[in-house]
């Protein structure tokens, strides 16, 4: 049996218990206010959707984790 580092299980997008990582794609108002946008499973993907809404959306766009740790904060 193959046995995963903490780091290679965030890659693969599984939490340590073995449930599948939920991200959440969450983007900033005007007043700093977090908003939820959308979750997702896979990490790239949910990095793919922030970034390209940021960039949208003139809005500031973060990752965070089931768990509330942030993962990524992406500018415009």
Request: hydrophobic share 30%; aromatic share 8%; charged share 25%.
């Amino acid at each position: 049996m193959e046995t995963f580092s903490i780091a290679q299980y965030r890659v693969l997008g599984l939490s340590c218990g073995g449930e599948p990582m939920t991200i959440n794609i969450e983007w900033q108002d005007h007043c700093g206010r977090w908003h939820h946008y959308q979750c997702k499973q896979n990490q790239a993907d949910a990095y793919r959707v922030a970034k390209r809404r940021a960039e949208s959306t003139m809005k500031r766009h973060r990752l965070v984790d089931s768990h509330g740790h942030l993962m990524d904060l992406l500018n415009p």
